[in-house]
Nanobody, 117 residues
Framework: QVQLEESGGGLVQAGGSLRLSCVAS????????MAWFRQAPGKEREFIGD????????VYADSVKGRFTIARDKTKNTVYLQMNRLKPEDTAVYHC??????????WGQGTQVTVSS
């Protein structure tokens, strides 16, 4: 069974930076890509971006493009989300996810990011 564990969340002032990590564990971990989503209170879950596991190609939502960067370390089964120039509207619980066949099958519990104004 695959497990994902996020870390790196916290409280930061607007304009600051955070780097989230997501480590995958389990003997059967195979994924086509890894993605980050976030969910703020009272709002729907929002896609942030993803990275293809093999080639490292990335795609980002317009709301974070130019501020957030996704990277992965295949040797550590880890995906990162570098968040710069944070805004109060970036406050949310951030989840990583992965899977194969076009499906996000594995989900982490999430890590809270709070951006103060």
């Amino acid at each position: 069974q695959v497990q994902l564990e996020e870390s790196g969340g916290g409280l930061v002032q607007a304009g600051g930076s955070l780097r989230l990590s997501c480590v995958a564990s389990g003997r059967t971990f195979v994924t086509d890509s890894m993605a980050w989503f976030r969910q703020a209170p009272g709002k729907e879950r929002e896609f942030i971006g993803d990275i293809s596991w093999s080639e490292g190609y990335t795609v980002y939502a317009d709301s974070v493009k130019g501020r957030f960067t996704i990277a992965r370390d295949k040797t550590k089964n880890t995906v990162y989300l570098q968040m710069n120039r944070l805004k109060p509207e970036d406050t949310a619980v951030y989840h990583c996810t992965g899977g194969t066949g076009g499906r996000y099958s594995y989900w982490g519990q999430g890590t809270q990011v709070t951006v103060s104004s």
